[in-house]
């Protein structure tokens, strides 16, 4: 068998050699595509793409002046406070204590005190007209302490507003106009006057 396999072998050789025979060699190298490799089957390979991040300029701005004025203001803690200690202690003499001065339980009322009691409606003066319009002496009761201090309070009230309404400070503002009502108080020989913009 082995024979018939070399016998084969050999006549295909023999067929095949004609045309080889006739062929020239004539110092030609010929040089084929390279053999191309075979695609290999598994698990596809995928790469992570990539992207970039956008970069974003910040928008730069040229810093605007702002308009600034100055203006001459009242001292509004001057006012405020001036008006609530006046008013507090008027009213308090006025309408809280006054009335009831010269009563009591054993005699009632009194009509000796009567002008006493109207005079505490005058602020700032009444404490001292009350003091001196009072029918007993200074130190028999608790009065005269009482007026006392009470017409301080209420002179000390009525200076501390004139002043945070006369005396004005220098204030810098920020910004174009006023956003606001305003209201401007000033004193002048013989005269008071008040102006105000809405």
Do not use: C
Not at 4 to 10: F, G, I, R
Not at 41 to 59: E, I, L, N, R, S
Not at 67 to 85: K, N, Y
Not at 160 to 187: C, F, H, K, N, W
Request: aromatic share 10%.
């Amino acid at each position: 068998m082995r024979r018939m396999v070399v016998a084969v072998a050999l006549a295909t050789a023999v067929a095949l050699a004609p045309g080889a025979a006739g062929a020239q060699v004539s110092g030609q190298v010929y040089i084929g595509p390279a053999p191309q490799q075979q695609p290999v089957y598994g698990q596809p390979v995928y790469g992570q793409p990539t992207y970039g991040q956008p970069v974003y300029a910040q928008p730069q701005y040229a810093p605007q002046p702002r308009p600034m004025r100055t203006e001459q203001r009242a001292h509004v803690g001057l006012i405020v406070g001036g008006a609530v200690m006046l008013g507090v202690s008027w009213l308090v003499n006025a309408a809280l204590i006054s009335p009831f001065a010269g009563w009591s339980a054993s005699s009632g009322y009194q009509p000796s005190w009567e002008a006493f009691r109207y005079a505490g409606l005058v602020p700032v003066a009444g404490p001292w007209i009350q003091l001196a319009l009072k029918p007993n002496g200074l130190s028999d009761d608790g009065w005269g302490t009482y007026l006392v201090i009470d017409g301080l309070l209420q002179a000390a009230g009525l200076t501390m507003l004139i002043l945070g309404a006369t005396i004005t400070e220098t204030v810098t503002v920020y910004g174009d106009r006023r956003t606001g009502p305003s209201l401007s108080l000033g004193v002048g020989p013989g005269s008071l006057s008040a102006t105000g913009t809405f």
